[in-house]
């Protein structure tokens, strides 16, 4: 396992030691590159003036406020479709017109009805967690074992009952997985509108680093971005591996 | 059974009929400002006058073209890496980590990185769009070589097979649906990062136009673009599938 480990680390190590060595033997003036300890020196700068933990809260505060309201309108959907199947091809065509829309196409409408702000990347993010979270958590109350639901028709449970105290228990693993999956999206399509337009945020802060020709800083923000994507989605993994067991990670479409 | 199935489809037609007849209502009704909710009466005429004149057809090829270069190029040198990493264990265990950590990093963080070394250009988008169109199919190549059943590898190994002959053979063939359907969503990652890169470089392309449109608020061109979008989204994922099935067929039809 150690020697396992040991292996992982040589690849990066090593690219990281070249560029370390060859950056400061050519003493590159580059927009684009710059030394590692120069990037790190960086980081530990932008967290001593608190400019980047500013634009993390920024940027997490409005993927996980759209998470929130995207993931709300796609359980309840998914739920209500997945329920009620005359519903579902009802509403089959509006859905599958609606969800290829790419999210950051919504960008322009989102920006002249809202303006710049939280309010408009927050609008966005959420119509593109709306689509996995409902589609999975359809297939997930379809999937529930029958018999649960003809032992709640036995015991006369009333709707409500019969959603808050079967279909949602019975679902909630599956439903994790897609809440699992819609985080990772949220936090791409918080930091992809901060790149393109919205001035707050990680993705403000990279493309400002790259304006003002601060290639360590820039890198900086690009490390801390990819270390908070991998630790939410290591946390999310390990989380639903505690709350429901290795077997919910068993049929896992990759 | 067919005649019901019809029916549903036809009835689900009409639901949203419906909703595009509330939309225009709304519109009418000026409960949201024209300035952002053009009813869709005007967004369909501007997407006709776009068509007539040539304009939203230029900027709809644009799009294509960005998105579907650098869809290319990612296939070509995901699969490519893939197979390489994926068939020699001893690479499997070096490098596919590194992989693993790169995976969930937000792919349009490098977008600035891109400008620093190529500027506002086309290539920054190729390279942009290629980069974050390459995971899926990368990854999907190396765990579907990492899933071959290995008594196929043993077979090749009596057979005195070359490693090329492995790969062409035997591992990219089983590992083919875990591939197309990383493609498929390479293609949705494309589409989103051309758009993106348009919007930012001003490359010619429905992304900058719908950029333009929102900036000299003319929103019935602005949604014209965006029902184009959406309409690309559908096309291609259509295309995809069908392609899918098209490949995969020797998988259904009982061996």
């Not at chain 1, 065509?93 to 409408?109: D, F, G, K, M, Y």
Request: hydrophobic share 60%; with cysteine; charged share 15%.
């Amino acid at each position: 396992m150690r020697s396992e480990r040991l292996k992982a680390a040589i690849l990066p190590m090593s690219l990281l030691i070249v560029l370390e060595i060859w950056a400061r033997s050519v003493d590159i003036h580059s927009d684009a590159l710059a030394p590692p300890s120069a990037v790190v020196l960086a980081l530990f700068q932008a967290f001593g003036d608190g400019s980047i933990l500013a634009a993390t809260r920024d940027t997490l505060a409005s993927a996980f406020a759209g998470l929130a309201v995207g993931g709300a309108i796609g359980l309840f959907l998914g739920i209500a479709l997945g329920i009620f199947q005359p519903l579902d091809r009802l509403m089959e065509v509006t859905i599958e017109s609606l969800r290829p829309i790419p999210s950051i196409a919504l960008l322009p409408i989102a920006l002249i009805a809202l303006g710049f702000g939280y309010r408009m990347e927050i609008v966005i993010v959420a119509f593109a967690c709306v689509w996995p979270i409902l589609i999975l958590s359809r297939a997930a109350v379809r999937s529930i074992e029958p018999r649960l639901i003809e032992v709640s028709r036995a015991l006369r449970l009333s709707p409500g009952d019969r959603i808050s105290k079967i279909i949602i228990p019975a679902a909630l693993p599956r439903i994790f997985l897609a809440f699992r999956l819609a985080a990772g999206i949220a936090l791409i399509v918080a930091v992809t509108v901060e790149i393109a337009i919205n001035p707050i945020g990680l993705g403000a802060g990279i493309m400002i680093a790259q304006q003002a020709l601060r290639p360590d800083l820039m890198l900086a923000y690009l490390l801390w971005i990819g270390l908070i994507g991998y630790a939410l989605n290591a946390g999310l993994l390990a989380a639903q591996q505690h709350l429901f067991g290795p077997a919910a990670l068993a049929g896992e479409v990759r | 059974m067919n005649w019901t199935l019809t029916l549903w489809r036809l009835a689900s037609f009409a639901v949203a009929a419906g909703l595009i007849a509330l939309w225009q209502l709304i519109a009418n009704l000026k409960l949201a400002s024209p300035v952002f909710l053009p009813g869709p009466d005007r967004a369909w005429a501007a997407l006709m006058r776009g068509f007539s004149n040539g304009t939203l057809l230029e900027k709809t090829i644009g799009t294509l073209e960005h998105m579907f270069y650098g869809w290319l190029v990612a296939s070509v040198v995901g699969i490519a890496l893939g197979a390489m990493i994926g068939s020699s264990r001893a690479m499997r265990s070096y490098v596919a980590p590194s992989l693993e950590f790169l995976r969930p990093l937000p792919v349009s963080a490098i977008i600035p990185v891109a400008i620093a070394l190529f500027g506002l250009t086309q290539g920054m988008a190729l390279f942009v769009i290629a980069f974050g169109a390459i995971w899926p199919m990368l990854l999907a190549t190396v765990h579907g070589f990492g899933a071959v059943e290995p008594r196929l590898y043993e077979v090749a190994r009596s057979l005195h097979m070359s490693r090329l002959a492995v790969i062409f053979k035997i591992a990219l063939p089983s590992a083919s649906p875990d591939i197309i359907s990383g493609m498929r969503l390479s293609l949705t990652v494309s589409l989103i990062l051309a758009v993106v890169c348009e919007i930012l470089a001003g490359l010619d392309g429905l992304g900058h136009w719908v950029l333009l449109s929102a900036r000299a608020f003319r929103s019935p061109d602005l949604f014209a673009g965006v029902i184009l979008l959406g309409a690309i989204g559908y096309v291609t994922a259509l295309a995809m599938s069908l392609v899918e099935q098209r490949l995969l067929r020797w998988r259904t039809s009982g061996h």
